[in-house]
């Protein structure tokens, strides 16, 4: 099984944790599916996937991901998240929820893995439309 790592730049507070949230998720299906790759956060060597925030990214429920592969093995990858992701509630704009922030990384580390084009599926639609919740804690991203 390859292993690729997870480096996590200075991403402000709540990345980190949407972060290592996607990436448990991502492994526990990766698993459960046969896939014969997984995320850590801790290790040397092997492909690295380096997160930061980019704050040109707004408006938007999705990051950037520009992977460099030789032969069509992942290298590095640089994902890319916007600093703030923020929804519109009745109650005016605030923050996403974690929920919404995990969806955003768990898409952007498909990408990072291989997974170039969008599709049908939830995860890797584009573009995803936001439900908000009564808090952040009920925000959702809609495929």
Known sequence: MATVYV??????PKWPGACRTAAAHLNQLFK???IGVSLA???KGGPRIAVKTDSSITGTF???THAETISGQ???AVVSLPVKATI???QGVREAGAGVLEVIVAHEFVHALG???HSASQLMCSP???VPGNSPSGDLLQA
């Open 7 to 12: 480096d996590l730049g200075s991403i402000g």
């Open 32 to 34: 459960q599916n046969s």
């Open 41 to 43: 956060f801790a290790g």
């Open 62 to 64: 999705h990051g950037h």
């Open 74 to 76: 992942l290298q590095s």
């Open 88 to 90: 519109n509630t009745p």
């Open 115 to 117: 997974q170039v084009e």
């Open 128 to 130: 995803m439309s936001p």
